[in-house]
């Protein structure tokens, strides 16, 4: 149904939820720390991917 970018406005969208949840009820921190970790997991495999990415084709 939804493209790459339907799919990346709902996650933005849950996330802003979450957020928005946690700051009426603080009992949702929890969820809003697990997306900032999934988040940074997400962004180190990146980094790291293009990095490897970058060494393997200067060896060839």
Same mark, same amino acid.
């Not at 946690?22 to 990095?51: A, E, H, Q, R």
């Given at each position: 149904?939804?493209?790459?970018?339907?799919?990346?406005?709902?996650?933005?969208?849950?996330?802003?939820?979450?957020?928005?949840?946690?700051?009426?009820?603080?009992?949702?921190?929890?969820?809003?720390?697990?997306?900032?970790?999934?988040?940074?997991?997400?962004?180190?495999?990146? /980094?790291?991917?293009?990095?490897?990415?970058?060494?393997?084709?200067? /060896? /060839?």
């Amino acid at each position: 149904m939804f493209g790459s970018e339907g799919s990346v406005l709902v996650a933005n969208n849950n996330r802003c939820r979450w957020t928005m949840a946690t700051m009426v009820n603080p009992v949702y921190i929890s969820v809003v720390v697990n997306f900032l970790i999934f988040l940074m997991n997400d962004m180190y495999g990146f /980094i790291s991917w293009k990095k490897r990415e970058r060494e393997n084709r200067r /060896i /060839i």
